[in-house]
């Protein structure tokens, strides 16, 4: 074999690697936290739940939070980027919790409802389902009056709260399918 016969083969092996390791994690990526065998602590977006945020700007986009057009939420901070083509955050905002967490991952948005009443009694509008946790629905949505005085402590929740506009906002973004990343 020639030299420049052996080069040409090594870069088809390369490519050939590199095209099976990019198969590889769009599969396990597209694999649901309940089927995946541990899928939340390999996934990327996992590991970089341990990574450290930008200190001079903690609204900044965590990095290693996936690719593409995504809504990334992290349960620590709270915090919800919407990021489009080219990983150019359009919008981050704050967020209130519900009493379930989702698990960390790569998730998809299952289905949407213009306006409901939450699981707290409250009347909410632009809900963004994402996942579900032990029969629990989970997802974004903007509460459209005050919250009710006495929320009853053992209802669990799922909602994640944003303001109106957020709300809007997500709800304008995230179509059935589009990708939530889940981080610490």
Same mark, same amino acid.
């Given at each position: ?44 977006? #996992? ?7 930008? /200190? ?31 990983? /150019? @955050? ?5 967020? +209130? ?8 991952? +790569? ?34 949505? #903007? #509460? ?6 006495? +929320?009853?402590?053992? @209802? ?12 809007? #906002? ?10 939530? @990343?889940?981080?610490?």
């Amino acid at each position: 074999m020639s030299t420049g016969s052996a080069g040409f083969v090594a870069g088809l092996t390369a490519a050939a690697l590199a095209t099976v390791g990019v198969l590889a994690y769009q599969a396990s990526a597209s694999v649901p936290g309940s089927l995946g065998g541990g899928h939340e602590r390999n996934s990327p977006a #996992a590991a970089a739940s341990k990574m450290p945020r930008d /200190k001079r700007n903690p609204a900044a986009l965590p990095a290693g939070s996936g690719t593409g057009r995504r809504v990334v939420y992290s349960l620590d901070d709270d915090r919800v980027w919407l990021v489009g083509a080219g990983n /150019k @955050v359009r919008r981050t905002f704050r967020v +209130v919790p519900g009493s379930v967490d989702p698990r960390t991952g +790569v998730h998809r948005v299952t289905s949407r409802s213009g306006a409901v009443t939450g699981t707290d009694g409250t009347p909410i509008e632009h809900v963004v389902r994402f996942t579900s946790r032990d029969g629990v629905h989970i997802g974004f949505s #903007a #509460a459209v009056g005050p919250p009710k005085e006495q +929320v009853d402590p053992k @209802v669990r929740t799922g909602g994640i709260r944003e303001s109106r506009a957020d709300g809007y #906002a997500m709800w304008k973004f995230a179509l059935v399918g589009e990708q939530v @990343v889940v981080i610490r």
